[in-house]
């Protein structure tokens, strides 16, 4: 059974920074991507940045040069170091793995989220 678990939400003031963490573990076959999306209430799930295997990171525009997403492969964890926090990305945020079997066959898997508020 795949598991992914979140930490390091929380109450941080307008211009903050927080980094919120993400384990997986039950993982049987290859993880081709882990990535990080938020919800703000009354709002879709949006993705906030991706990375796959081999280092190719994708960001929406609005955390470019702020938000910063890394790997450890050998512990299937994955980071995102937020800085310059705006009010604005008070939400959830999700983590995401994107598992590939034998078989060439992509699943995906969501944490149950981590709260980040930003507010003074």
């Known amino acids: 059974q795949v598991q992914l678990v979140e930490s390091g939400g929380g109450l941080v003031q307008p211009g903050g920074s927080l980094r919120l963490s993400c384990a997986a573990s039950?993982?049987?076959?290859?993880?081709?991507?882990m990535g990080w999306y938020r919800q703000a209430p009354g709002k879709q799930r949006e993705l906030v940045a991706t990375?796959?295997?081999?280092?190719?990171?994708n960001y929406t525009d609005s955390v470019k040069g702020r938000f910063t997403i890394s790997r450890d492969n050998a512990k299937n964890t994955v980071y995102l170091q937020m800085y310059s926090l705006k009010p604005e990305e008070t939400a959830v945020y999700y983590c995401n793995a994107r598992i590939v079997d034998m078989f060439k066959r992509s699943y995906s898997y969501w944490g149950q989220g981590t709260q980040v508020t930003v507010s003074s």
């Open positions: 039950g993982i049987r076959f290859s993880i081709n991507a």
């Open positions: 990375m796959t295997n081999d280092g190719m990171t």
